[in-house]
Every structure is written in C-alpha cells, then in structure tokens.
C-alpha cells in the first residue's frame, strides 16, 4: 500500500536506488548483434530483450515508463480508429444519441459548426447602427520584440533579489513564481520512434483478444 492508499502488486514494486540504476536482468545475448555500430532497430530489440526478460518485474522503472507510454500511445492511436470508424458510419445524423454497449452506452454527438464572431466587422456594425454602445480606451503596450529581450536579460542574483545581466542594473519587476515539480518524460528519439512503432502493430495484431481475459468475467457476470 502506499501512503495515499493506493495498492501497487509486489511485483511491480521496484528497489529504492540512492540513484538510477538500469535494469540488472541477466539474459543471453548470443542472438544480439554486437558491435557500436549497431542500427537503432537493433539497439531497440536488445534492449527490449534484456529489459523484458523477467516481464514488468524485470525492467527498471525508467523502461517501465517507457514501455508503458508507448503502449499508452498505441491504446490511444486504437481507440481513436475506432471513434472514427463509429463515426464515419453514423454519417448524415444531426441528432446526439447513445450507441448500446455491454460494458456501458456511448455517447454520439454529430458534428456542428460553431458561429464565429468578425471582432473588427462587429465594432463597425455597432458603431454604426448602436454608436452609444462605444467607449474608448487608451491602451499602452510595451514593444513585444523589446518586452522579449528586456524579460531575457533578467537573471535572479541572490535571494530572490534580480538584476539585468547586460548592465547589472537592479528591477523589481521579476520574482520567483511557485516551484514547478519534478517530471519526467518521453521526448522523441529514434528508438522511442522504433518501440511505438512495435507497440502500435502489437496492438493491431492483437486488439481482439487483448482484453478478453479480463472482460469475460465481468460480461458473464450480468454487465
């Protein structure tokens, strides 16, 4: 259990490293290519090979992350194919309704075309036909390309204390906002390209029966 009260299976606990340690698995490597001169592609399965040895369990949290956002991304990619599929044969309705479902309705609502607003034609219908409706403002603005470098030579000294990094010049115009947390992410890279890529046929090849195992149960059981 965790602080929260959230309950995490004991295999998919990880250690608490006093730094990040990549997974220890030990698996054969005689089919691996070797060499630095590797492809990505075969870098990717190499490192997929050693990771997934021992399934989850087998894997450090930071190839969980990412083996876990790419399947993610695949789920996501599946389930909008078939949004659209539901949509494109429900074409011509007008109408919202709900689409019948064992494990819950859907909800369909057709396509519409909002009305947008000409800001400039608008001021010049009302200034012509509503004239008493107009007020005037003064508006100052700074120079958006001058706000852009004056913002950027602003640097925190001391203490939540700034200054101007061109002249040194003090401002009181900066000021430390609220702390941003930690995160981590899953920037693009080529083997990231290569394991979505796996993880997207993975999920067309197998969509069918990938969560039958679960569903089953629960479908029988009078959902």
Do not use: C
């Amino acid at each position: 259990m965790t602080e929260d009260g959230r309950y995490i299976p004991e295999h998919l606990v990880a250690p608490e490293p006093t730094e990040w340690q990549p997974a220890q698995t030990v698996v054969s490597t005689e089919s691996l290519p070797l060499g630095g001169d590797r492809s990505p592609e075969a870098k990717v399965a190499a490192a997929i090979a050693k990771a997934t040895a021992g399934g989850l369990a087998g894997m450090s949290p930071a190839d969980r992350i990412a083996a876990l956002s790419a399947i993610r991304d695949a789920i996501d990619g599946r389930v909008k194919w078939e949004k659209q599929t539901i949509i494109e044969n429900l074409l011509g309705a007008h109408k919202a309704q709900s689409i019948p479902s064992a494990l819950g309705n859907l909800s369909f609502k057709p396509e519409t075309r909002p009305v947008k607003i000409d800001e400039e034609k608008l001021l010049a219908y009302v200034r012509e036909i509503h004239p008493e409706q107009i007020s005037e403002r003064v508006v100052y603005e700074i120079d958006p390309e001058f706000r852009k470098l004056l913002v950027s030579a602003v640097v925190d000294v001391a203490d939540g204390d700034f200054a101007l990094s061109t002249d040194g010049t003090p401002v009181d115009f900066a000021y430390l906002g609220e702390p941003i947390a930690a995160q981590i992410a899953y920037p693009a890279s080529s083997e990231q390209k290569i394991v979505k890529a796996q993880a997207r046929q993975a999920i067309d090849d197998h969509f069918m029966t990938l969560a039958s195992g679960m569903l089953d149960a629960a479908i029988g059981g009078g959902l």
